[in-house]
């Protein structure tokens, strides 16, 4: 009996170690990331953006929304149409030909895609928005400030010596525009609401906590004598402005 025992415990051994080099020479099947074609071809379709920030969107699709010009900059590679959407600063690369001419402020519908990018001297293919086309709507609150305010206004530099580029105090101006039409502050309101009033800034160098700023300090030309009636700071660096608070000394981003 214990022969008989001995004998079926050898045959079951065997039969274990044959089902285990079976095993272990079986192929386990690789799937390939992107061979299921469907979704290959979603992940190369889809993309996503600060204008419609809860929308799936498709690459080189047209898309009609309304928004608010900020700026149109032709410094870098491509010319970049900026605007205010959904309370972002959005840049829009375009191929017009043309300055809008457009001021801050204004509504227009926009016809924009979301397109390949290739930036000279970097490798590989980037995608961002495209600016199709663009129509004027309706007046801003700078080109509503015009209407009423038709003097122009006038600034000085405050400085040791005059460094700032032609364009850059052209944008300066449109800032202190922008910032009029659109100022909280009471002392601003009553003074643009004056007839009579002889608006002017100077303009200078200036830091705080670390950062460099153009400093513009806006204020009323009476008789000769001028009275501040707010500073304003302009970051160096991202160009966003800044009101400053006198109550806390600090600097409060203008949107």
């Known amino acids: 009996m214990k022969l008989l025992y001995s004998f079926i415990l050898l045959v079951l ?9 079976i095993d272990s020479n079986i192929i386990p099947q690789k799937t390939e990331v992107g061979s299921n074609d469907s979704v290959s071809k979603s992940n190369l379709e889809v993309a996503t953006s600060l204008i419609r920030p809860k929308e799936e969107l498709k690459r080189q699709k047209i898309y ?26 959005i840049s829009l690369a375009t191929n017009l030909e043309k300055d809008p001419k457009y001021t801050r402020g204004d509504i227009f519908e926009m016809k924009w895609k979301i397109d390949s990018l290739m930036v ?11 600016l199709v086309d663009a129509k004027k709507i309706k007046d801003g609150s700078v080109s509503l400030f015009r209407k009423k305010y ?15 580029t032609t364009e850059y105090k052209d944008y300066l101006y449109t800032l202190v525009e922008y910032y009029l039409a659109n100022s909280k502050v009471e002392l601003v309101k009553v003074t643009i ?22 400093v513009l300090g806006i204020s009323n030309d009476f008789e000769h004598h001028t009275n501040i009636i707010q500073w304003l ?11 400053y608070d006198l109550a806390s000394d600090k600097l409060i981003k203008f949107n």
């Open 193 to 214: 609401k004056n007839p009579d009033a002889n608006l002017i800034y100077s303009i200078e160098d200036g830091e705080k906590e670390g950062r460099s700023y153009t």
């Open 233 to 243: 700071y302009v970051d160096r660096l991202t160009k966003e402005l800044y009101e």
């Open 120 to 130: 000279g001297g970097e490798e590989g293919v980037s995608f961002t928005e495209w």
């Open 64 to 89: 009609s929304d309304i928004a608010e010009f900020v700026e149109y900059d032709e410094m870098g590679e491509f010319p970049l149409f900026i605007v205010k959407k959904n309370n972002e600063i």
């Open 150 to 164: 038709k003097k122009p206004i006038k600034y000085y530099w405050g400085g040791e010596e005059d460094t700032y």
């Open 13 to 21: 051994l065997s039969a274990c170690k044959e089902k285990k080099e």
